[in-house]
């Protein structure tokens, strides 16, 4: 019995890639089919003309930070939520 070497996994990891881009293809091609028999887009269109650069792809919404303090008191909440619900599997 063959091992397998790092050509051969190369090859076969190559020949389920060309695979399954094949069949992605063949469901593109399908939903474009339906689409056009439903004749209209499928899907939320954007909210407004902010949504449709590039910022909307890349998430350029700054993120909020929290406060150490604020992060212990969370932790503190959600161990007592826990320790609730232990209690109550307990019995």
Not at 7 to 23: K, S
Not at 46 to 69: C, F, N, Q, V
């Amino acid at each position: 019995m063959p091992k397998n070497t790092p050509a051969a996994n190369r090859e076969i990891l190559e020949a389920a890639l060309h695979g399954l881009e094949l069949q992605r293809q063949k469901l593109d091609d399908q939903i474009a089919q339906v689409r056009s028999m439903l004749g209209r887009r499928v899907g939320r269109p954007p909210k407004g003309p902010h949504e449709t650069g590039e910022t909307a792809r890349t998430g350029s919404r700054r993120r909020r930070t929290l406060s150490d303090e604020a992060r212990k008191r969370i932790a503190a909440a959600q161990k007592k939520r826990w320790a609730a619900y232990r209690k109550t599997q307990s019995k």
